[in-house]
């Protein structure tokens, strides 16, 4: 790296920096990157993994429509008529050879065991997966949530839906059903009987795979009781600032031009000063001068200058008393002596401050771990929190696609009574129910809409709908006031929920879901 | 500036559409420009970087927690990462806009440097590795807290400080030679 010092600044300011750039030349680019993201995120092939995919995904919807929408790679291709955004795919490039965890959210994560993907030679694939957090996301995917079973129809509900791929250079890598991911999810009713399903893309409905584990609170995460402890340096710190505080101060050596002097003093009361022989002393202090020497003085004392190298010198002859002060000056060997000696002493000091500092370091970056530890801890807790209450499942995901955990609705509830049929306009029909979304009493449900046109609700309940037409429409009730029908069955006025150029976040947001 | 829950919701509706980064980018530009000409005094470059870090900061803000880090720190972040991928892919020049205000107090210079001084600290400087010479640069030069250094570097503030006196001493331990 080329480094260059300067104290000028550049000729430029930021203002004319920001008059240079285009803001929104930047979102276009951003959009332009994120359709490219994921070929790059691949790396070495990545056109040909992406072109793999995109078949692959074609064939795997079993659907003609196989244009993409550009900003919106991987999209499912039902969606393909209607114009709006929807998330950019989360993906992770993962270690074949370690475990990997990936937090998707609201306390769900997926644990992704070395050898979980059948990767070849690969050291590392490229896991790409959408977490569904919610029903607007699930409709608005258009996600199929039909279940047959025995003949008989179902709707699912979902609490919690997974799509996730493993990629490498070579495509689209399997997973390894010996060694499945595990999806734990923390779900919002213990009570219920939760069970497991798979898409099967090709005929668009819900296998049933089996139930999920529910964590008892055993803890086997291998959950912390003693968390880490995070050391207090604070003393550490201040003994360290301390001893950078010591400044030692190096031995004067006498000059020529310094007006010296001698004092007698007890060496046994200074010990500081008794190794030198040939010890003089100076003073600068404004109170001192040299007249003073002309005159008799018969008491001379010593005392030591708190936090300094100086002495004050205090003369006294039952008249007059002066005191100044004074510093030692060596000459010839006491000056090497005192000068080996601070030397010593310096850089003792020196290595005591390395040393206190280096342990200090350590802790520091012991204390980062540990902090690291605890709020990893913490999160876990809160989960933890959710598994002492037996709201948390763990299922097995052995196959690349969808997984959904929840429970099926039959088609026509036995309280239910039909009230929805198509709504026409001089005899053409203008809406045409095909999918929707109940919110019914706390329940949330799928609407399979039956062949003729109408679905199951209670008129008497708190409810709200959404429908997404075979059109591709979205309309929406939030109360519905049912209208009698002359044959006992019941409309209701729906409201078109525009979608075109908007992002998934904005019709949610239209819909009041958060 | 945008207030604290203003920038929240904005940053929330950028995540689903990056044109709605508009006004985080008025409010961050100068923070983000600042860092980026005291480092790179070539305007081309320095425009060409600015527009990378936004870019970035638009691709990835949909990884933006909040309770995390203050955003202008993940953008420093961005910012810190971009300049080093720039320098050292492109071998563009890095500049070392040097202040010694803050850092002849700190190691206990008596008099204003000398020229000769001047080019002796620069000296030293200059045979620091990138993370020491960084550390000096955003505590001394740029006079930022040890916080805002942690958070930059995504170290503790501890941490930084600990650092910091480290290369204090092994700048005055050279100049004494």
Same mark, same amino acid.
């Given at each position: 790296?080329?480094?260059?010092?300067?104290?000028?600044?550049?000729?430029?300011?930021?203002?004319?920096?920001?008059?240079?750039?285009?803001?929104?030349?930047?979102?276009?680019?951003?959009?332009?990157?994120?359709?490219?993201?994921?070929?790059?995120?691949?790396?070495?092939?990545?056109?040909?993994?992406?072109?793999?995919?995109?078949?692959?995904?074609?064939?795997?919807?079993?659907?003609?429509?196989?244009?993409?929408?550009?900003?919106?790679?991987?999209?499912?291709?039902?969606?393909?008529?209607?114009?709006?955004?929807?998330?950019?795919?989360?993906?992770?490039?993962?270690?074949?050879?370690?475990?990997?965890?990936?937090?998707?959210?609201?306390?769900?994560?997926?644990?992704?065991?070395?050898?979980?993907?059948?990767?070849?030679? /690969? !050291?590392?694939?490229?896991?790409? =997966?959408? #977490?569904?957090? %919610?029903?607007?996301?699930?409709?608005?995917?258009? $996600? +199929?949530?039909?279940?047959?079973?025995?003949?008989?129809?179902?709707?699912?509900? /979902? !609490?919690?839906?997974?799509?996730? =791929?493993? #990629?490498?250079? %070579?495509?689209?890598?399997?997973?390894?059903?010996? $060694? +499945?991911?595990?999806?734990?999810?923390?779900?919002?009713?213990?009570?219920?009987?939760?069970?497991?399903?798979?898409?099967?893309?090709?005929?668009?409905?819900?296998?049933?795979?089996?139930?999920?584990?529910? $964590?008892?609170?055993?803890?086997?995460?291998?959950?912390?009781?003693?968390?880490?402890?995070?050391?207090?340096?604070?003393?550490?710190?201040?003994?360290?600032?301390?001893l950078k505080r010591i400044k030692l101060e190096k031995p004067r050596q006498k000059n020529?031009?310094?007006?010296?002097?001698?004092?007698?003093?007890?060496?046994?009361?200074y010990p500081e000063l008794a190794a030198y022989d040939e010890l003089?002393?100076?003073?600068?202090?404004?109170?001192?001068?040299?007249?003073?020497?002309?005159?008799?003085?018969?008491?001379?004392?010593?005392?030591?200058?708190?936090g300094s190298k100086s002495?004050?010198?205090?003369?006294?002859?039952?008249?007059?008393?002066?005191?100044?002060?004074?510093q030692p000056v060596f000459s010839g060997n006491d000056y090497k002596k005192a000068l080996k000696e601070f030397e010593t002493k310096n850089k003792k000091l020196q290595k005591e401050i390395e040393e206190k500092l280096?342990?200090?370091?350590?802790?520091?970056?012991?204390?980062?771990?540990?902090?690291?530890?605890?709020?990893?801890?913490?999160?876990?807790?809160?989960?933890?929190?959710?598994?002492?209450?037996?709201?948390?499942?763990?299922?097995?995901?052995?196959?690349?696609?969808?997984?959904?955990?929840?429970?099926?609705?039959?088609?026509?509830?036995?309280?239910?009574?039909?009230?929805?049929?198509?709504?026409?306009?001089?005899?053409?029909?203008?809406?045409?129910?095909?999918?929707?979304?109940?919110?019914?009493?706390?329940?949330?449900?799928?609407?399979?809409?039956?062949?003729?046109?109408?679905?199951?609700?209670?008129?008497?309940?708190?409810?709200?709908?959404?429908?997404?037409?075979?059109?591709?429409?979205?309309?929406?009730?939030?109360?519905?006031?049912?209208?009698?029908?002359?044959?006992?069955?019941?409309?209701?006025?729906?409201?078109?929920?525009?979608?075109?150029?908007?992002?998934?976040?904005?019709?949610?947001?239209?819909?009041?879901?958060? | 500036?945008?207030?604290?829950?203003?920038?929240?919701?904005?940053?929330?509706?950028?995540?689903?559409?990056?044109?709605?980064?508009?006004?985080?980018?008025?409010?961050?530009?100068?923070?983000?420009?600042?860092?980026?000409?005291?480092?790179?005094?070539?305007?081309?470059?320095?425009?060409?970087?600015?527009?990378?870090?936004?870019?970035?900061?638009?691709?990835?803000?949909?990884?933006?927690?909040?309770?995390?880090?203050?955003?202008?720190?993940?953008?420093?972040?961005?910012?810190?990462?971009?300049?080093?991928?720039?320098?050292?892919?492109?071998?563009?020049?890095?500049?070392?806009?040097?202040?010694?205000?803050?850092?002849?107090?700190?190691i206990e210079?008596e008099?204003?440097?000398?020229?000769?001084?001047?080019?002796?600290?620069?000296?030293?400087?200059?045979?620091?590795?990138?993370?020491?010479?960084?550390?000096?640069?955003?505590?001394?030069?740029?006079?930022?807290?040890?916080?805002?250094?942690?958070?930059?570097?995504?170290?503790?503030?501890?941490?930084?400080?600990?650092?910091?006196?480290?290369?204090i001493e092994k700048i005055k331990k050279e100049l004494k030679k």
């Open positions: 790296m080329k480094r260059i010092f300067k104290s000028e600044k550049p000729s430029f300011s930021p203002e004319d920096l920001k008059k240079s750039l285009d803001f929104d030349a930047m979102v276009k680019q951003t959009k332009t990157i994120k359709r490219i993201k994921f070929r790059k995120n691949l790396g070495i092939g990545g056109i040909l993994v992406f072109s793999i995919v995109m078949l692959y995904l074609a064939l795997f919807r079993n659907d003609k429509k196989t244009a993409l929408k550009t900003e919106t790679l991987l999209l499912k291709d039902e969606m393909r008529s209607t114009p709006i955004n929807v998330y950019i795919w989360d993906s992770v490039k993962i270690s074949t050879n370690d475990t990997t965890r990936i937090e998707c959210g609201g306390g769900t994560y997926m644990l992704i065991p070395p050898g979980a993907f059948v990767a070849g030679s /690969s !050291d590392s694939v490229l896991v790409v =997966y959408q #977490f569904y957090q %919610d029903w607007a996301d699930i409709l608005l995917n258009r $996600i +199929p949530m039909r279940y047959d079973s025995a003949g008989v129809r179902y709707n699912l509900v /979902s !609490d919690g839906m997974i799509q996730l =791929y493993g #990629f490498n250079e %070579d495509g689209l890598v399997e997973i390894n059903e010996n $060694i +499945p991911i595990i999806l734990t999810v923390p779900v919002t009713d213990a009570s219920r009987g939760y069970n497991v399903y798979k898409l099967d893309t090709s005929t668009e409905s819900w296998t049933y795979i089996g139930i999920p584990e529910v $964590i008892e609170p055993t803890f086997e995460y291998g959950f912390t009781e003693n968390l880490p402890e995070v050391e207090n340096t604070d003393e550490r710190k201040a003994d360290i600032a301390r020529k031009e310094d007006f010296a002097f001698r004092i007698e003093f007890d060496r046994k009361d003089e002393f100076v003073s600068s202090d404004p109170g001192f001068n040299t007249d003073q020497f002309s005159k008799s003085w018969t008491d001379i004392q010593l005392t030591r200058k708190r002495y004050f010198v205090t003369l006294s002859n039952g008249i007059d008393r002066i005191q100044f002060e004074a280096d342990e200090l370091e350590r802790l520091e970056a012991q204390n980062e771990a540990a902090i690291r530890a605890r709020n990893k801890e913490v999160s876990r807790n809160s989960l933890k929190q959710l598994t002492a209450q037996n709201k948390v499942r763990r299922f097995r995901i052995t196959s690349n696609g969808y997984w959904n955990l929840d429970y099926p609705i039959p088609i026509g509830f036995s309280f239910a009574k039909r009230i929805a049929r198509p709504q026409y306009v001089s005899g053409e029909v203008v809406i045409q129910p095909l999918k929707g979304f109940l919110i019914m009493e706390g329940l949330r449900t799928y609407i399979e809409i039956n062949p003729n046109n109408s679905f199951n609700i209670n008129k008497n309940g708190s409810t709200r709908l959404l429908v997404m037409t075979s059109t591709d429409e979205l309309y929406a009730v939030n109360k519905l006031e049912l209208i009698p029908e002359d044959d006992g069955t019941y409309i209701f006025d729906m409201k078109k929920i525009e979608m075109e150029g908007k992002s998934v976040h904005e019709i949610k947001q239209s819909l009041g879901v958060q | 500036m945008l207030s604290r829950e203003a920038e929240v919701k904005q940053i929330e509706e950028a995540k689903k559409d990056p044109s709605k980064f508009g006004p985080i980018y008025e409010a961050y530009f100068h923070l983000i420009a600042g860092y980026v000409i005291n480092r790179i005094h070539d305007f081309e470059n320095a425009k060409d970087l600015i527009q990378e870090i936004f870019i970035k900061a638009m691709l990835h803000i949909n990884k933006y927690q909040h309770r995390d880090v203050p955003f202008k720190f993940w953008l420093l972040r961005i910012a810190r990462n971009e300049l080093y991928n720039h320098v050292k892919k492109k071998e563009w020049t890095r500049v070392v806009q040097y202040n010694w205000d803050l850092l002849e107090e700190e210079l008099n204003t440097l000398t020229e000769k001084q001047t080019n002796m600290l620069i000296a030293v400087l200059n045979d620091l590795n990138d993370a020491d010479l960084e550390i000096i640069e955003l505590r001394y030069f740029e006079k930022r807290s040890f916080a805002e250094v942690g958070e930059i570097l995504q170290i503790t503030e501890n941490n930084a400080k600990v650092k910091t006196y480290r290369i």
